[in-house]
C-alpha cells in the first residue's frame, strides 16, 4: 500500500470514530522523517483510544505494521508510527497548543471530513414520500 493510501485509510478509521478537523499532511518535499502526518481532533481520553484502537484495527487488516504507539495510556495526545505516515490523536486543546500544522506550516494540507454523500433523485424522492395511511371504518 501505498504511503498516500495508508494515510487516506488512516483519515477514514478516525473519522469514523467521530475524530474532526482531520488533516492530511503531505511532507514529502520538506523531511525525509516520514512522508505524511495524519492528525486529528477528539473530545476525551476515551474517545482518543478508540480512535487509536480503530486506526490501528485498520491498518492491520491491510497488512500494515505499527512501529511505536506513544501516549495511549494518557489519551491526550497518541501517535502512531507506521514508519511512511504517522498519525497524531489530539484533544482539542492540546492540539491547538503544539499546533502541527504551524510548525508543518510548508506542508501541503488535505482537509478530510465526513460530510455525507450527494443523494441521488431518486433517493431524495423516496425519502420525501410518506408512508400510506390506513383507512378506518367509520362508526
Known sequence: MTS???????AEAALNKKAYDVTVMDLRKITSMTDYFVVCSVDSDTQARAVADAIKHETMEKGESLVRKEGYSE?????LDYVD???HVF??????????EKLW???KFEYVNDEPKVKTKAETT??????A???TAKK
Do not use: S
Not at 4 to 10: D, E, S, V, W
Open 105 to 107: 506550516g510548508d506542508a
Open 85 to 87: 505516515v504517522v498519525a
Open 4 to 10: 498516500k493510501t495508508l494515510a487516506q485509510k488512516i
Open 133 to 135: 395511511r390506513k383507512k
Open 91 to 100: 484533544h482539542k486543546d492540546t492540539r491547538a497548543f503544539y499546533n502541527l
Open 126 to 131: 423516496k425519502a420525501k414520500k410518506k408512508p
Open 75 to 79: 489519551g491526550r495526545w497518541v501517535l
